[in-house]
């Protein structure tokens, strides 16, 4: 306008800006929403699995060693024993016959049993092996024996049963043989012995806790991240 003072309009605020604020605070509240939620199933799951491992029930087991004694009269010689290793021999061929299917696991310590090997129900029968992981040593002429199970009676059958094949097939095996120069077994113990076993219940929970407790705040705070961050 001619001869007038000219008025310049105040600017007006960004408003793409004010929205990308308001679904930035969006996103953030989503995502601790989305972020608590996680650590609550974790945390519920971790609870639960905790509860299942120490009202876990324990096992029984067993273990004896079926000794394989070579004869003590040489006038009719045993062809199954006429070398030094032959009663060792023997009994690894017995046991092979009995339990075809058992491997026994390369341990550290040949003394590990089934039961700490975390086997909850099974049987073997093996010859020891004392060479350790990476070389063979069968030094023993006898069978290791060993059953796991949910009930003692259950266990003591097992080894029982076990014992009482051996014996079979080590008989047949020395049908043509005098009974005088027949290789005879012995259990030792004497009595087969069950025991129980509950396991290590406080070491199991504490490494439960452990594992659920840091997969659940590592997933949370991913969550929680990949949300705020957005698309």
Not at 75 to 100: R, S, T, Y
């Amino acid at each position: 306008m001619a001869g007038g003072t000219a008025v310049v309009a105040p600017p007006k605020a960004s408003l793409p800006a004010v929205d990308g604020r308001q679904r930035q605070r969006q996103r953030q509240r989503r995502a601790r929403r989305w972020g608590a939620i996680v650590v609550a199933v974790g945390l519920l799951i971790t609870a639960v699995i905790s509860y299942r491992v120490v009202r876990k029930p324990g096992v029984y087991w067993a273990q004896t060693d079926v000794l394989f004694l070579p004869p003590a009269s040489g006038v009719f010689p045993n062809a199954l024993v006429n070398n030094p290793g032959g009663v060792i021999a023997l009994a690894g061929v017995v046991g092979k016959m009995v339990d075809a299917d058992s491997a026994a696991a390369r341990v550290v310590d040949p003394s590990v049993r089934l039961v700490n090997q975390g086997v909850r129900h099974g049987s073997s029968v093996t010859l020891p092996n004392d060479g350790g992981q990476w070389a063979d040593n069968f030094d023993k002429a006898l069978l290791d024996v060993q059953a796991v199970g949910a009930t003692a009676i259950e266990v003591s059958s097992t080894v029982n049963r076990l014992i009482s094949q051996i014996n079979l097939k080590l008989n047949a095996l020395q049908a043509g043989v005098p009974r005088v120069d027949w290789v005879t077994t012995r259990l030792s113990p004497s009595q087969v012995q069950v025991y129980y076993d509950s396991g290590r219940r406080l070491r199991a929970l504490l490494a439960t806790l452990g594992v659920g407790l840091a997969v659940t705040v590592i997933a949370g705070l991913y969550v929680r991240r990949r949300i705020a961050r957005g698309p």
